[in-house]
């Protein structure tokens, strides 16, 4: 089973933090996606990447930057952490271009104060 | 996630009937679509995908038909059990583009009554 891991399920960050999300997958998958969770809005894309050292901007990448210096791992970036970035971030890969099921992580949930 | 619940349209079934849950998606070009279900505290899980050049897809239990006339998107679960109470997303993809990234739905929460 494809098996997508994010380094920690809950985090607590104060306001002008610089934090790092990691997110590691052990499949060999081309594609990786950072996505934010908040009620109501639904799933909302940050950045992907479809290769290594390669990165593209989603839908709200304001606030945030990435780093994928290896296949495995996809990092997320606050450089200064602001309480509107409290939420549930999800990372998810997938295979290939034209294989589009991603799989995801179980979350972090972040909390800015 | 365990709020990811608040807000959104809630579907509520009694154990055993059947559910269907509607999506209507916004790109008309785009190629391929799919059904993820996410249990509270856990991430979105693939359920079933379906072809722009098909109406109908059919797996273990669960059903999804296409309408591109009006670009509607819906998931059938057959003989609701307790386990599938959870946030049901949409998603669609666009090949024409230079990556393919789904766009997700706001969701739907399915509540199923014993």
């Known amino acids: 089973d494809v098996k997508v891991t994010q380094s920690s399920r809950y985090l607590v960050k104060r306001t002008g933090e610089k934090v790092f999300l990691e997110c590691v997958q052990d499949?060999?998958?081309?594609?990786m996606f950072w996505y934010r969770q908040d009620p109501g809005l639904g799933l909302r894309l940050i950045y992907f990447s479809y290769d290594v050292k390669m990165k593209e901007k989603g839908d709200i990448p304001e606030g945030y930057s990435v780093s994928r210096e290896k296949k495995e791992r996809f990092s997320l970036i606050l450089e200064s952490a602001s309480t509107n970035q409290t939420s549930m971030y999800l990372c998810?890969?997938?295979?290939?271009?034209?294989?589009?099921?991603?799989?995801f992580g179980q979350g972090t949930r972040l909390t800015v104060v | 996630g365990e709020s990811v619940g608040l807000h959104l349209p809630t579907l509520s079934v009694q154990e055993g009937d059947n559910s269907i849950i509607n999506c209507a998606y916004s790109?008309?070009?785009?190629?391929?679509f799919i059904w993820y279900k996410q249990e509270s505290g856990k991430g979105p899980q693939f359920i079933i995908d379906?072809?722009?050049?098909?109406d109908k897809r059919q797996g273990q239990r669960v059903t999804v038909l296409l309408n591109k006339t009006v670009k509607h998107l819906s998931l059938q679960i057959a003989a609701t059990q307790p386990g599938d109470s959870a946030v049901y997303f949409c998603?669609?993809?666009?090949?024409?583009?230079?990556?393919?990234?789904?766009?997700f739905g706001t969701g739907t929460l399915l509540a199923v009554q014993p």
């Open positions: 998603a669609e993809v666009n090949y024409g583009g230079a990556t393919n990234k789904l766009i």
């Open positions: 790109n008309s070009a785009s190629d391929y």
């Open positions: 379906i072809r722009s050049n098909m």
């Open positions: 998810a890969s997938s295979l290939s271009q034209l294989n589009t099921e991603a799989f």
């Open positions: 499949m060999d998958h081309e594609n």
